[in-house]
């Protein structure tokens, strides 16, 4: 059975393989100039912007395989009528989807995990200096959790097949869940993996004009972008007075349209002079860098936990639903 699956699967391997291939010699030409730099401080400038691009690329390989490679696993078998044809044989239904989704899971975790191994060790001397390895982008390009969003893509797509029918909806779906997924869960769960650590921060005009972002659209006393060395940050309250109590609007849109003229210089000139005086401060939760591995071990967990529910609903509809 394994032998006839691998047959029915040539022709996508075939174009895995070359991709595979391709990509390979573009990052170990890549990583070999990154580890030639001689000015390593440059490093994030000269190659900050290729790393993104091809994290953020490398992160549309679980949706492509849960579109190309999941969902048209059984929704194809449906569709033609060949299903009839398999689940007549002497192989239950449930051994048959058990080694479809096994052999083919474990090709797009090998695919998944290659891709990022190589990725991985190119980045590795920008990410260093960088010290920006939890972005939402980055983080699931590096290590071990793309082996588990492959994993989770395959087997979302197979699911999705068996319970939608049809190959081109099945495919859509899953496309746009697992990309869901992976700006869910770095938003609503990866921040809680662990109790993050706490640290008050002065907000005085040297400051404030390190952040990136001053005010929001209705005005409010919001600072963003502020970065603690060595960790991601994932909570900033908004300016808080020495009290404790949130900077009123009125005397943040004081400072922000009428501060006073001082000459100064910086990001936000004058702004951050006039706030710098009032003797403010900000709440940051954040999670050290020293934690990566342990959040990456964590997140594969968590997809393969997905992925293995998954499979157990599309073997129990696969038996008892599906004619």
Not at 162 to 172: C, D, F, K, S
Not at 183 to 210: G, K, W
Not at 261 to 274: D, H, P, S
Request: hydrophobic share 50%.
């Amino acid at each position: 059975m394994i032998r006839m699956i691998l047959r029915q699967f040539r022709i996508q391997a075939l174009v895995a393989a070359i991709l595979v291939i391709l990509a390979a010699i573009y990052l170990v030409h890549l990583g070999r100039d990154v580890s030639a730099a001689r000015d390593t401080s440059q490093l994030p400038s000269q190659y900050g912007q290729t790393m993104l691009f091809l994290a953020a690329g490398f992160g549309l390989v679980p949706a492509l395989i849960g579109a190309f490679w999941g969902a048209p696993l059984i929704a194809r078998e449906l569709e033609t009528g060949t299903h009839r044809l398999a689940w007549n044989q002497s192989v239950p239904r449930r051994r048959w989807l058990a080694v479809k989704l096994t052999v083919l899971g474990l090709a797009s975790m090998a695919v998944a995990g290659t891709l990022s191994a190589l990725l991985t060790w190119a980045a590795a001397p920008v990410d260093q200096v960088a010290g920006d390895r939890f972005s939402t982008i980055l983080f699931g390009a590096r290590g071990i959790a793309p082996i588990g969003y492959a994993a989770f893509g395959f087997t979302s797509g197979a699911v999705t097949g068996l319970l939608v029918r049809r190959t081109l909806p099945a495919m859509a779906l899953v496309f746009l869940a697992v990309i869901a997924a992976q700006f869910v869960v770095p938003n609503l769960l990866r921040p809680h993996y662990m109790p993050p650590e706490r640290v008050t921060v002065p907000m005085s005009a040297d400051t404030i004009n390190q952040a990136r972002m001053l005010g929001s659209i209705t005005g409010g006393p919001v600072v963003g972008g502020l970065e603690i060395p060595d960790a991601w940050v994932a909570y900033t309250s908004k300016l808080l007075t020495s009290d404790g109590r949130q900077l009123s609007d009125a005397a943040f849109n004081e400072c922000f349209n009428n501060a006073p003229k001082t000459g100064a210089t910086g990001k936000f000139g004058e702004i951050a002079v006039c706030l710098g005086k009032l003797d403010l401060h900000v709440d940051m939760a954040y999670q050290p860098n020293r934690r990566f591995w342990l959040f990456q071990w964590i997140e594969l967990a968590l997809y393969l936990g997905f992925s293995a529910l998954l499979a157990a609903v599309g073997l129990w509809r696969i038996q008892h639903r599906v004619s």
